[in-house]
Each structure stands twice: as C-alpha cells, then as structure tokens.
C-alpha cells in the first residue's frame, strides 16, 4: 500500500472546469484513482477555496460545487487547528511559501501524506517529508511503482 496524497484546491477546480479539457480529463483520472485507492486526503481550506474558487468563476454553480464537497467530505477533510498553524508557519519561513500554502503543506504533513498533488508548487520539492507531485506531469500509476 502506498502512502495518502492530499489534494490541493487546483486539481478538484480542474476537474469540473470545461475551459481546457486535457487538464480536465488529467485531473479527473487522479480524482477517480485516488477515490478508488482511497488515499486521497484533504483539508477544509482547500474545500473552502475550491467552492470560494468555482463560485466566483461561475456563479451558476453553487449548487454544483456545494455537490462536489458533499462527496468529497468523505475524505474526512482535516480542520485547520493550532499544531497545524504552528506548523505552516515553521514550513512558511523555512521555504518562503506563502501563508495559505503553508497550511496546505502542513495539513498533507499533518495527515501523514507521502505526496502533496498541486502545480503551484515546484514537482520533486520536499517540504520537510512532504513530496510535491504535479497531476500534469505525474500520473497516478507512480503511487504503485515506488
């Protein structure tokens, strides 16, 4: 068995975005794979950006992205607590990382993750036992050849 990946908000807006259909369809398979494998991991700030996110671009589809949560709450979204602050802002200065991806970072460590799947961070970089994956040069079958 393979370790958990946390799911960064960009892959989920992805998913359901038909504006570039090849990072749709890319997102999708990692979406379904890690549905199936049930190592996908997240955060109640990446569900919170991705309906922020999905809303504001398409404001028709609030019920859409409030559908999409709901199915996703079975990944047991982690909650933003004081360790997982503490934390971010230790990755924060240590790797120059914005705020909010610091909390990202330190969430997929909170939650024992192997892998952080995002293209906003930089493929390969290892943020303290955290190895970011981008779904657009990664696919999924590497979480089996390790």
């Excluded at 370790?3 to 359901?16: E, G």
């Excluded at 569900?47 to 996110?53: I, P, T, V």
């Excluded at 993750?113 to 970011?132: A, K």
Aim: some cysteine; hydrophobic content about 40%.
């Amino acid at each position: 068995m393979t370790a958990p990946v946390f799911v960064d908000t960009n892959v989920f807006l992805y998913a359901v975005d038909r504006a570039d259909s090849k990072k749709q369809e890319v997102a999708q398979v990692w979406r379904e794979e890690l549905w199936k494998s049930r190592l996908g991991r997240t955060s109640f700030q990446v569900l919170h950006e991705f309906y922020a996110n999905l809303s504001h671009k398409r404001p028709g589809s609030r019920r859409d992205a409030r559908l999409e949560i709901r199915d996703l709450l079975a990944w047991r979204p982690i909650a933003i607590n004081s360790s997982i602050l503490e934390q971010g802002w230790k990755l924060q200065d240590r790797y120059g990382l914005s705020f909010w991806d610091s909390l990202i970072a330190s969430a997929a460590k909170s939650l024992a993750c192997r892998y952080l799947l995002t293209e906003d961070f930089h493929t390969g970089q290892d943020l303290d036992g955290v190895i970011i994956i981008s779904p657009f040069s990664t696919d999924p079958t590497f979480l089996y050849s390790e």
